[in-house]
């Protein structure tokens, strides 16, 4: 079982930059494919970006490609969610996820494939 901690969002104006960080409890981080989530108000959670437990295969949405990046350091139990030229439109609450996975390069892109959550992180972009 691991438990995720989102951190890293805040109030920021369009054309900024924030960086969220998930960090993981236990040993065993490196077992789990991650991935970013978010949720706007009165709309359903959807996927932003996920990210293989090498690191070496990712995958964005097409409305983050380009200005998102999902990294991870398996030595800190930390997945990064670094987001450049947000938009109002971004405005969320950003929640991560991991799933246990026997490859190396599995990612995740549905809500309904991932077992642990955190418990989200506020994003706001002001125009």
């Known amino acids: 079982q691991v438990q995720l901690v989102e951190s890293g969002g805040g109030l920021v104006q369009a054309g900024g930059s924030l960086r969220l960080s998930c960090a993981a409890s236990g040993r065993t981080f490196s077992s789990y494919a991650m991935g970013w989530f978010r949720q706007a108000p009165g709309k359903e959670r959807e996927f932003v970006a996920t990210?293989?437990?090498?690191?070496?295969?990712?995958d964005y949405a097409n409305s983050v490609k380009g200005r998102f990046t999902i990294s991870r350091d398996n030595a800190k139990n930390t997945v990064y969610l670094q987001m450049n030229s947000l938009k109002p439109e971004d405005t969320a609450v950003y929640y991560c996820a991991a799933e246990p996975d026997w490859s190396m390069t599995t990612i995740y892109l549905k809500i309904s494939e991932y077992e642990y959550w955190g418990q989200g992180t506020q994003v706001t972009v002001s125009s």
């Open positions: 990210i293989s437990r090498s690191g070496r295969r990712t």
